[in-house]
């Protein structure tokens, strides 16, 4: 489906959303995974020498490295990334009332839902003497990554910092992109954030850079303050930050590959134009790579929201960054014969934020397997759960969503399992530990329940 913008909009600007028709084809989940829009701007391989490059650096030269990064990327010198404790006080201090009071608002009901989901630990007796555990711990250190580029996401301070609170890490680091308009520190309203939930290590340190800095560590020598290696790496960025954080898997945890963003609407003929179009361009202001995806059954509706988007952008303030988002590949209409087929679509996709515009939203929310986030209705949108929702908004992205999780309590925590069994327990299965063993060729394991009960102990 392609447009032209209206004359109000400015000239080198114009809507292109493409359309895909599915109606009348019966495909396989393979082949919708390969049909629906997504970015191909680059490759992965791109991105991944790209990153591999930048841990090479910093692993290599430490902070030296990080100070050609500062100054190739974000334009600034910088000789140590560790932000001042002055500078935190100085930015709440100087918070506007308003957003402070939006930000508190923001932390009380992240808290509420967070406080909510630790699992309780569980202690099971299989026999008397016999009884397995598991406990819950928190990871001892986490690094939490704020983006910082187009759009300085104090929100994301929030969805970073209260789950790893609330399951009860003690050490919390966080890094954002050094800002050559605030003299190559975070912006104001980020450090803000963080002082305002007590976070006092905080990095000037933006991309792939913060992810391989947090997960290798940096050494300091003479007056430099180390950056002392971490346990998890949580936060949404860009493609780089998305690869750094999955080259780093294994080396350390990591919440999701929560990269560029993007939205998906499943929608009928009882979904309104405005409200769709709204919510298609509120992500897609992100970022010039941002996903805006429509799926539905009316025709009539997609050109309707086709007009309500040419109107809409041009005269929304990032115009042309909206409208780059809304003509790429990654971005379009689909078109499906009926819900059940609209369902798969979304199934497929497995979007990042999923809004259900249909009748009867809850129960087709109910039927969807694979979504970050799941917003039911008119009144549901992304943007609520971008700031106040209580919900996360650090979510899994390109199609991720269907075998990971957004970023939650226990993000932070690790199930351990504690296995206690007393002389009777253990003689009671000593006999099937030692045909097991005997079956795997492993007769050492058998020996080793044996000797327990040798006469000569």
């Not at 114009?14 to 084809?25: A, Y």
């Not at 809004?355 to 969807?368: C, F, K, L, N, Y």
């Not at 002389?423 to 492993?442: K, N, P, T, Y």
Request: proline share 5%.
């Amino acid at each position: 489906m392609t447009t032209s913008s209206d004359t109000s909009a400015p000239a080198a600007a114009s809507l292109d959303f493409r359309s895909i028709d599915f109606r009348g084809r019966h495909l396989s989940l393979a082949e919708l995974r390969a049909a629906v829009p997504r970015a191909r701007h680059q490759t992965m391989a791109d991105a991944e020498q790209k990153v591999q490059d930048i841990i090479s650096a910093v692993r290599s030269q430490g902070f030296a490295a990080l100070s050609d990064l500062a100054k190739t990327f974000d334009g600034v010198e910088q000789s140590h990334p560790r932000v001042p404790a002055e500078a935190l006080t100085q930015a709440l201090a100087e918070l506007d009332p308003a957003v402070r009071a939006a930000l508190e608002e923001s932390i009380s009901r992240a808290r509420q839902f967070a406080d909510q989901q630790r699992p309780a630990n569980v202690d099971v007796g299989l026999a008397d003497g016999a009884v397995v555990s598991q406990n819950w711990i928190p990871v001892g250190r986490v690094g939490l990554y704020v983006p910082g580029g187009l759009a300085p996401l104090a929100s994301s301070v929030i969805m970073n910092v209260v789950p790893a609170v609330a399951a009860g890490v003690e050490s919390i680091a966080l890094a954002s992109p050094p800002q050559k308009d605030f003299g190559g520190l975070p912006h104001p309203t980020i450090l803000a954030a963080a002082k305002l939930l007590g976070i006092d290590e905080v990095y000037a340190i933006g991309g792939a850079q913060a992810i391989v800095s947090f997960a290798y560590g940096i050494p300091g020598s003479g007056d430099e303050l180390p950056i002392e290696p971490v346990d998890v790496v949580t936060g949404p960025g860009n493609i780089f930050v998305a690869t750094a954080k999955r080259l780093v898997k294994g080396v350390v945890g990591i919440d999701s590959e929560a990269g560029t963003t993007e939205i998906a609407i499943l929608a009928d003929s009882t979904a309104h134009a405005p409200l769709v179009a709204a919510d298609l361009i509120s992500q897609a202001e992100h970022d010039p790579k941002a996903a805006s995806v429509l799926v539905t059954d009316d025709a009539e509706l997609a050109d309707a929201v086709v007009i309500e988007l040419e109107r809409q952008a041009a005269a929304t303030k990032h115009s042309a960054r909206v409208l780059e988002a809304l003509s790429g590949p990654q971005s379009g209409v689909v078109l499906v014969d009926d819900l059940e087929q609209g369902i798969a679509v979304c199934n497929a996709y497995a979007a990042e934020h999923l809004e259900i515009m249909t009748a009867d939203a809850a129960a087709v929310a109910s039927r969807i397997r694979n979504a970050g986030a799941i917003f039911v209705g008119d009144y549901s949108p992304v943007s609520l759960g971008d700031y106040c929702a209580g919900s996360n908004h650090v979510l899994p992205t390109s199609g991720t969503a269907a075998f990971s999780s957004g970023l939650n309590v226990t993000t932070f925590l690790r199930a351990v399992q504690v296995i206690n069994y007393n002389r009777a327990a253990l003689e009671q299965v000593s006999g099937h530990i030692v045909s097991l063993s005997g079956a795997e060729d492993l007769p050492g394991h058998g020996d080793a329940v044996r000797i327990r009960f040798a006469n000569d102990l």
